[in-house]
């Protein structure tokens, strides 16, 4: 482990090391900056040193102090290179404690030792720099994954891998927060770093899984599936400040993996008559007035993205005043969470009497996801919101999303009665893997598609509890059961 680990440092590092010199002098517009001289109210920390951020580029405290001699003998290019790492230790450091929507050009400046003039000809502006500061991880991350050499292909190299991704996040926790969920706040491109590294995940699992029998010809949609369950696990112990839980959540996230036998059949759901949604002037005719804002915000953000949409946008959608707006949410960001709020709320009541009127557990499974789709279809404004746009709202936003979801997981309860040896982490893994399908089928085919998701979203939920020739049978009965 401590192998692979020195190999991703020196893969992001570029194998380049600098030394401190004993003494550097200050950029125009530099103070000091111990324990990288900054906090989250604004404050400077004085000569306090606690506890420094640590990033892939050295602990924040150093950055500064990893500044080239200046001289006529330091090539441009290695001059460059040297402020790009330190400004993505700075990003890392920075937006780990602030998030990325609070950090500013400045707080990057002033962490990594460098002017803003010098950061701009790096580049062209904060977004640009923390893609490039996430790009920079993506690869030796997945680099580490695949090169597990000392273990052979099949479950071995899946668990060793396991125990290495989440070894480097628990060393790594600041630099993880950035690449896992403040990237979210970069928008589309943001997005896109993100799924290339689900992209290589899936096709990693897919060729390992080929490799044991009973897994073989497993649907990549389920395996990639199964890497948005880790995604979300990882998630949570990220935002909470618990990464160093993750080691040892290894095995039991690899058991849950591994306890997925490909299904008998392709899971292909029964033909259903159409079904369409209201037209959206005709549900907001007859809402209360703070409903209707939500849902007009709902709508804005689901075709502008969050940063993009206005207060007056969303008031003239909804056809109200700010009088009502302010009366009711301080501002957008409050008005997004209660829109999150408002949607889970009404799923979760459409979900809860179908799941409590089926005569059996598995039945009550298949059942929820059938009504939990067809409020999908009813309400496309607020299923868009809570799928794909949640991501760019910030850490509040996941915390409202995992609340809705452990109130879901816990109706998984059955299940360990009937497969009391399943790892307690699989229900948690099992509603990211839903969500990861609902994310990407909403993204690529729209919220009306979801009742598609059905079978897929059943079976992932029982096989682990049931085995797949049970877990199919309830995946494929017909949909006019429920």
């Known amino acids: ?104 050009i400045g707080d990057l400046a002033q962490v990594a030792g460098v002017s803003r003039a010098a950061f701009y000809e790096l580049f062209k502006d904060k977004q640009d720099c923390l893609i490039a500061a996430v790009d920079a991880l993506v690869e030796p991350t997945i680099k580490v994954i695949e090169e597990a050499e000392d273990a052979p292909t099949g479950e071995a190299r899946l668990r060793q891998a396991m125990e290495a991704l989440l070894g480097l996040i628990a060393e790594q926790p600041a630099a993880a927060k950035m690449g896992c969920i403040e990237v979210y706040a970069a928008g589309p491109e943001g997005e896109a770093t993100i799924d290339r590294a689900v992209d290589a995940f899936e096709r990693f699992g897919v060729s390992q899984l080929n490799q044991i029998p009973g897994r073989q010809e497993m649907a990549p949609q389920m395996v990639r599936a199964m890497a948005g369950g880790l995604l979300k696990v990882i998630q949570k112990r990220l935002y909470s400040d618990e990464a160093e839980q993750l080691p040892r959540l290894a095995e039991p996230l690899a058991d849950w993996a591994l306890s997925y036998p490909a299904p008998p059949e392709p899971l292909r759901g029964p033909k259903r008559r159409g079904r369409k949604a209201r037209p959206f002037a005709e549900r907001q005719r007859v809402a209360h007035p703070p409903e209707r804002v939500l849902r007009a915000l709902a709508a804005t953000v689901a075709e502008k993205g969050y940063s993009a949409a206005t207060v007056a946008e969303v008031i003239e959608r909804a056809g109200t005043s ?141 096989a682990p509890f049931l085995g797949a020739e049970e877990a199919y049978e309830r995946s494929v009965e017909e949909a006019e059961k429920w």
């Open 322 to 462: 700010y009088r009502v707006f302010y009366g009711h949410f301080e501002g957008k960001e409050e008005a997004v969470l209660a829109a999150l709020d408002s949607g889970a709320a009404q799923m979760l009541a459409s979900v809860m009497p179908a799941f409590q009127r089926a005569r059996t557990w598995p039945e009550s499974v298949r059942a929820a996801y059938e009504a939990m789709f067809a409020f999908a279809m009813e309400e496309p404004e607020y299923t868009r919101l809570g799928a794909v746009e949640m991501f760019t709202v910030g850490r509040e936003a996941l915390r409202r999303r995992d609340g809705v979801m452990e109130g879901l997981e816990a109706l998984l309860t059955p299940g360990y009665q009937l497969a009391p040896d399943t790892p307690p982490i699989a229900a948690e893994a099992i509603g990211g893997a839903i969500y990861a399908l609902i994310h990407d089928q909403v993204k690529s085919k729209g919220p009306e598609s979801l009742p598609e998701l059905a079978p897929t979203a059943t079976y992932m939920t029982l």
């Open 1 to 104: 482990m401590r192998d692979r680990q020195a190999s991703y440092r020196a893969s992001v590092s570029g194998n380049q090391t600098y030394h401190k010199p004993k003494s550097v002098k200050n950029v125009p517009g530099d103070v000091s900056v111990p324990g990288y001289g900054w906090d989250p109210m604004g404050n400077t920390r004085g000569g306090e040193t606690g506890a420094a951020v640590r990033t892939p580029w050295g602990d924040a405290d150093d950055l500064r102090s990893m500044r080239m001699p200046s001289g006529r003998g330091n090539a441009p290019e290695e001059t460059a290179r040297n402020r790009r790492q330190r400004l993505f230790g700075a990003m890392v450091a920075v937006s780990s404690e602030k998030g990325y929507e609070a950090t500013t």
